[in-house]
Structures are given as structure tokens and as C-alpha cells.
């Protein structure tokens, strides 16, 4: 078994995902670079090796139930246990998102990636994440889900643009993470919800203010929470994040 502290980032082939693999692997860590395409994941392991980190590759579509089976596998083939997983992959589903013009099935395939996939691939590694010491299990999720920045007075400046897919996602995904803690409470699993901010990225064509690496920081801080660190909770770099 390694010493070394073992983590997995989904969706870790570019963006946020990459930037919170290069940040975990600067500790020390041994990474794993999911991601479903084989030469964007095989690319960014090279690049990370070749930046010092000890970064592999892990096969996985969050939205395929084999996919997500068979990377735990590899982990624990691997390194016989996973210390910290980071749920980032995800999908806007494309805009507009105007709730009385959307296409349902829009919703059902953003809701599988953002909310089923963190659910499949948690799920699939929490025997690998019982067997570590301190493990931790962060979701990368957004601002635009809290639904009191929602119905605030200024909610078109803090909440972004309309968008009955994206938005309710991760408003779902941050009641599942407080599903999980209610369930994992009194065991050393600690699981939060962190907002990156609004990061360039090609999710919202690039037009964020904030870098990968900045949006990163919050994850790197959420997986290195000491033991007695909370769990149950959404946070951006300024803190507390209101549900």
C-alpha cells in the first residue's frame, strides 16, 4: 500500500479539474487524472509529470455505472485505498436556459453528470475512502445553487443568468453533499460543497474573471482539512456560502 497520499479528481483533463490535480500533487500527493477521453487524460498526465507530480490516469465517464466501477478497481489495484476524492466534472448543458422554453431532456443530461455521476463515482470509491485515515470527499459546485443568492434582491448580479439546468444542479448537488454528511456523521469522512468563483473556462466559453488555478484553491483547501475540519458545508474562498 502507498504512503503517499492518494487522491482522484474527475473531470481533471483541463480547467478546474487540472489545476486542483497540479495543486494536490505540489503536497506530495499521488493523483488520479479521471477523465473519459483516453488522449486529453494521457496528455495531462504527461504534463503533470513532467511538472514533478506523481499523476496517473483514470479512465472514467461519471455518467457510466461499469466506468466508475472499474476505476475503483484501478485504484485500489493501485494503491489499496483512496484518501481524497474531488468531484469536479460537470456540464453546463448549453445556453439559453429560459425555464418556460427549455428541453427537458437538457435537465435530465445535465442532472445525470452534475448530481447521478458524483452520487456513481462516491459511491463506487467509498469502500477504497473507509480505509483511509483521514478521507475526504470534496464537490465542486457553484454559487448559482444557493437558492438565497437566488431569490436575493440583487440575484441577477450574484447569481448569474437564468438557467433551469445548471443552476437547480447544483442546488441538488449541494442537498446530496448534506445527504452524505448526515449519514457519515461520526465517521472521519468529511464531505463539503466548494465554489471555484466565476473561472474562465470553456463551460462558460471562457468568459470568467478568475483563473483554473484560482477556482482550484478552494478544492486544495476542502481536501486538506484536518480532522476536526467541517463537513456538511458549502464555501468559497470568502467563506461560508449561504444554501
Not at 440575484?155 to 444542479?169: F, I, L
Not at 469522512?189 to 465554489?195: E, R, V, W
Request: aromatic share 4%.
Amino acid at each position: 500500500m502507498s504512503e503517499r497520499t492518494i487522491a482522484l479528481v474527475t473531470g481533471a483533463n483541463k480547467g478546474i479539474g487540472y489545476e486542483i490535480a497540479a495543486g494536490l500533487g505540489a503536497l506530495g500527493w499521488s493523483v488520479g487524472v479521471g477523465a473519459r477521453d483516453d488522449q486529453r487524460r494521457e496528455a495531462a498526465v504527461e504534463r503533470l509529470r513532467a511538472a514533478g507530480v506523481d499523476a496517473f490516469g483514470v479512465p472514467l465517464d461519471v455518467t457510466d455505472d461499469a466506468s466508475a466501477t472499474a476505476a475503483a478497481r484501478l485504484i485500489e489495484e493501485r494503491a489499496g485505498r483512496l484518501d481524497v476524492l474531488v468531484n469536479n466534472a460537470g456540464i453546463a448543458g448549453g445556453m439559453p436556459q429560459e425555464p418556460t422554453r427549455v428541453d427537458p431532456a437538457t435537465i435530465r443530461t445535465v442532472v445525470e453528470t452534475n448530481v447521478i455521476g458524483v452520487i456513481r463515482v462516491t459511491n463506487a470509491m467509498m469502500p477504497l475512502l473507509r480505509r483511509s485515515a483521514s478521507p475526504r470527499i470534496v464537490n465542486m459546485s457553484s454559487s448559482v445553487g444557493s437558492l438565497t443568492r437566488q431569490s436575493g434582491a440583487a440575484a441577477e448580479q450574484t447569481a448569474g443568468p437564468v438557467a433551469v439546468a445548471y443552476a437547480p444542479s447544483k442546488t441538488f448537488l449541494n442537498a446530496v453533499t448534506l445527504q452524505y454528511a448526515r449519514e457519515l456523521s461520526g465517521t472521519n469522512i468529511l464531505i463539503n460543497a466548494g465554489c471555484p468563483g466565476y473561472v474562465a473556462t470553456d463551460l462558460n466559453g471562457f468568459h470568467g474573471v478568475r483563473t483554473p488555478e484560482q477556482g482550484a484553491a478552494i478544492a486544495i483547501k476542502l481536501a486538506t482539512l484536518p480532522d476536526d475540519g467541517p463537513t456538511g458545508q458549502f464555501f468559497d474562498d470568502a467563506g461560508v456560502v449561504p444554501w
